[in-house]
């Protein structure tokens, strides 16, 4: 196995423990272990990424000389919004209801959209094994969704959130994989944080967020998950996930949603006493053999 190819494997990996454990990071932010509330959802989505606009402001103003056509432009504008800005906004309001482990296993729809939108916008081509593995994934995520059905804890609204979030996520992928070839992994993230980085701060602005900062006793506190959020799981992540897909594919970029829900599951249930079944157990096993299968060299 090449070298990239070990690294990729590497990446996916330690971005599903980075994003994994971005769930229970929301939830802090909006509430301390006890239930108490600090930011609301939209407060923390806005937060995140004013905080994230800000850390890559500097390289991307820099960087404004690389955007040199209005196709461009538009493509960093798309992985902007549709792959950061809104889903930030779409999963915080998704936590209000669900589970941190659950909103994890939705998260997983992503490479279904990634094959939908690659096949049918940009012609990509999609092997049987792509299409088999991920079929066996789905089924495991069928499981530890239809665990949740079961027990009563689905709110369809939510769940519609997280569904869209996962569209645009996928619609992001393409779109740097397909548009924004000429520009490496630091520079899409950081033109791309850049572009959303003045709305954010306007939301975070009119929202209350700034006023909770400083009235709230339990603040900063919420302010200081934010900013790992941020900072690690938003800004760091995204440059080492624009690597992954201009080395492999943005269908093997987007295996990373299959593994997130076992780290989201395994913290939740330490960290937030959630419950594990053995319908979980067993989605999570039938999902990594199928991401396996998906991602298996010739």
Request: proline share 3%.
């Given at each position: 196995m090449e070298k990239k190819s070990i690294l990729s494997w590497f990446l996916l990996v330690l971005l599903s423990i980075v994003w994994g454990s971005s769930f229970i990071l929301m939830?802090?932010?909006?509430?301390?272990?006890?239930?108490?509330?600090?930011?609301?959802?939209?407060?923390?989505?806005?937060?995140?990424?004013?905080?994230?606009?800000?850390?890559?402001?500097?390289?991307?103003?820099?960087?404004l000389k690389k955007i040199k056509s209005i196709r461009l432009f538009f493509a960093l504008l798309i992985v902007g919004t549709c792959g950061n800005f809104i889903p930030a906004f779409l999963f915080t309001y998704a936590e209000t209801e669900l589970s941190s482990g659950l909103t994890g296993m939705?998260?997983?729809?992503?490479?279904?959209?990634?094959?939908?939108?690659?096949?049918?916008?940009f012609k990509q081509a999609v092997s049987k094994r792509q299409v088999y593995g991920l079929l066996i994934a789905f089924a495991g995520i069928c499981l530890l969704v239809g665990s949740s059905v079961l027990d009563g804890t689905i709110s369809w609204p939510h769940i519609g959130?997280?569904?869209?979030?996962?569209?645009?996520?996928?619609?992001s992928l393409n779109t740097i994989k397909y548009e924004c070839q000429s520009l490496r992994s630091l520079e899409i993230t950081a033109l791309a944080f850049t572009l959303v980085s003045l709305p954010a701060l306007a939301v975070s602005y009119f929202s209350g967020a700034f006023t909770v900062m400083t009235k709230n006793v339990n603040g900063y506190t919420g302010l200081g998950?934010?900013?790992?959020?941020?900072?690690?799981?938003?800004?760091?992540a995204v440059i080492l996930f624009n690597r992954i897909i201009a080395w492999k594919s943005a269908?093997?970029?987007?295996?990373?949603?299959?593994?997130?829900?076992?780290?989201a599951i395994i913290l939740g249930c330490y960290l937030n006493a959630e419950t594990?079944?053995?319908?979980?157990?067993?989605?999570m096993v039938v999902i990594i053999g199928g991401v396996a299968l998906a991602n298996r060299q010739k």
């Open positions: 939830l802090r932010g909006m509430q301390t272990e006890d239930g108490t509330p600090i930011y609301s959802d939209v407060q923390v989505g806005a937060l995140r990424m004013t905080i994230a606009g800000l850390v890559m402001f500097p390289f991307g103003i820099f960087l939705l998260n997983s729809f992503t490479s279904f959209f990634t094959i939908i939108i690659g096949y049918t916008v959130a997280v569904v869209l979030a996962t569209v645009m996520y996928a619609t998950y934010i900013a790992i959020l941020s900072v690690v799981g938003t800004c760091i269908v093997f970029a987007s295996s990373v949603t299959y593994l997130i829900p076992i780290v594990i079944q053995w319908q979980q157990i067993l989605g």
